[in-house]
């Protein structure tokens, strides 16, 4: 059979690869996994906007690299990625590097030594060469350009505030140009588009991503333009008021899977409008920060949402699922090469499911409970609320407050039939705000007393003269107002026949 040489174009090739669904700040995660990886305890990004090309600096105090591992992680891919990794491996693909760097640059340089010794070595990629060299060749960086690259980084880290604390660099990863903010936007918007990306998004999303690597015992710190990088825990545990479901775990291939749901507090609901508060990040609602979270590694891969499992909805808010698993079933997973989608597999879905509901039911629980728990907060104020708790044999109700000023005076404009009309529809109201916050089922819990059959009697006279039937006028009407139909006296029986 003839045999035809299918050598790959390799800048096409490339920019293929790189297309792996990565934004700036899941790049940038995607490198620091390699500096936690290599033990790093300071992590520094730093981003040059004054000029184009913009330039970014990724630089850590880890293990780093001697000349010869710098040439081979260098290649795509660096290694196999069916090779079982150490526990605390945050890599999978030997691609990461390579592929998160060209999908933010057209040109990246990695600075290294092997941690103790002086001298780096450095390696790049460079696409312009690609396309005039047409084939896969990186370029040796010299020494003197090493020297003048290093030199930049010092003078870039004096210009901003807070210069860090002396460390010692190991490897920097320097992406010169980001195509993505230079090549799209206009000249006068590419700045500030840079600046809030990496202000807002980026230092939320690695404060949130890394949070178990930052808190205080992991002795991780990821500092971008000097400023220190916050972790954000989503599950505060040391707040009394977080509640948690029973785990429950499953062996998952070579590893195994935990799932623990934990339903926030009604009070979160207001605390989280205020800026530094536990719940939430500065950027993100507790509606987007509901759903479930998945930790590979303790290194989280997915936040907010609910994966496709279930849809997003407000009164699920202060449902968050906690999902753990090791780095030995990323195929099962499906974990892809930026480190920011898994599929949860067909036979585990519907435990996922099952999990799910227990949580939300909890969570929708607790969220219609705050109308009540904002009474109790003012209970002084009852009389300006709109709506009022009153106790029943079927726990706490909510009603609205007759007592209400504009509700007040809306009643005294009204003449005697009117007013209870007006009841008769509050009574409505009542029951159906009752219902929704699942305080008793089909229960009725009122009994026809009788004190109100006057009113009553007066509003099933006019309905039975307009037409209506005595199943619309029982079902529709008396149900509604939460009175059971079997406690009515003979006299209002009578009324319907
Ligand atoms: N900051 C670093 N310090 C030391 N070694 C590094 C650093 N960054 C990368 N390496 C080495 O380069 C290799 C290749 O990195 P790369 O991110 O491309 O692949 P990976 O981390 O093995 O897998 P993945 O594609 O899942 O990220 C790593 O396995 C690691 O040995
Ligand atoms: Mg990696």
Not at 260 to 272: A, H, R
Not at 297 to 317: C, E, F, V
Not at 325 to 334: E, F, S, V
Not at 382 to 406: C, D, M, R, W, Y
Request: proline share 3%; with cysteine.
């Amino acid at each position: 059979m003839e045999i035809l040489e299918a050598v790959p174009r390799p800048d096409f090739l490339i920019k293929s690869i790189s297309e792996q669904g990565y934004s700036l700040k899941s790049a940038i995660a995607d490198l620091i996994d390699n500096s936690i990886t290599a033990n790093a305890t300071n992590i520094q990004v730093l981003v040059d906007s004054d000029k184009e090309p913009f330039k970014l600096f990724l630089v850590d105090d880890g293990d780093g690299m001697s000349r010869q591992d710098l040439i081979q992680n260098m290649q795509f891919p660096s290694s196999n990625p069916e090779t079982l990794r150490e526990t605390a491996d945050l890599g999978r693909f030997g691609l990461g590097l390579k592929a998160a760097s060209f999908s933010q640059t057209r040109q990246f340089t990695v600075v290294s030594r092997k941690k103790g010794s002086d001298k780096y070595s450095a390696i790049r990629w460079d696409v312009e060469h690609l396309v005039t060299s047409k084939s896969w060749q990186m370029l040796v960086v010299t020494d003197d350009e090493i020297a003048a690259m290093l030199k930049e980084f010092e003078a870039l880290d004096n210009e901003f505030l807070n210069k860090s604390e002396s460390f010692i660099p190991n490897t920097f990863v320097v992406w010169s140009g980001l195509y993505k903010f230079e090549n799209y936007l206009k000249p006068q918007n590419r700045k500030n588009a840079l600046a809030r990306e990496i202000v807002n998004n980026t230092a939320d999303h690695l404060g949130i991503v890394f949070h178990r690597y930052l808190e205080e015992k992991n002795n991780v710190n990821i500092r971008v333009n000097n400023t220190q990088i916050k972790p954000f825990n989503p599950f505060p545990e040391t707040e009394q008021a977080l509640r948690k479901l029973e785990f429950r775990q499953k062996d998952f291939g070579q590893d195994n899977i935990r799932l623990e749901g934990f339903i926030l507090p009604s009070s979160s609901i207001k605390d989280s409008k205020v800026s530094g508060n536990v719940w939430t990040l500065p950027n993100k609602s507790l509606l987007d920060l509901e759903g479930v979270y998945i930790y590979r590694s303790n290194r989280l891969i997915i936040y907010g949402g609910w994966n496709g499992l279930i849809r997003k909805a407000p009164r699920r808010q202060l449902a968050r699922l906690r999902v753990d698993i090791g780095n030995n079933a990323d195929n099962l997973l499906h974990l892809n090469v930026a480190k920011s989608k898994v599929i949860i597999p067909h036979d585990l879905v519907n435990a996922f499911k099952e999990y799910i509901e227990e949580l939300t039911s909890e969570a929708e629980k607790e969220f219609y409970n705050r109308g009540i728990n904002r009474l109790d907060d003012k209970s002084g104020a009852k009389e300006a609320t709109l709506l009022t708790k009153v106790h029943s044999n079927k726990g706490p109700l909510l009603e609205i407050n007759e007592s209400f000023p504009i509700y007040k005076g809306l009643l005294s404009t009204l003449g005697k039939n009117e007013k209870s009309q007006l009841r008769l529809l509050n009574r409505m109201i009542n029951t159906t705000i009752n219902k929704i916050r699942n305080t008793h089922e089909s229960v009725h819990y009122y009994k026809c007393e009788e004190a109100q059959t006057g009113d009553l009697a007066d509003i099933i006279k006019k309905l039975v003269e307009q037409g209506f039937s005595k199943s619309f006028i029982t079902d529709e009407v008396i149900k509604q107002m939460g009175i059971d139909v079997k406690t009515l006296p003979e006299e209002i029986l009578k009324l319907m026949e």
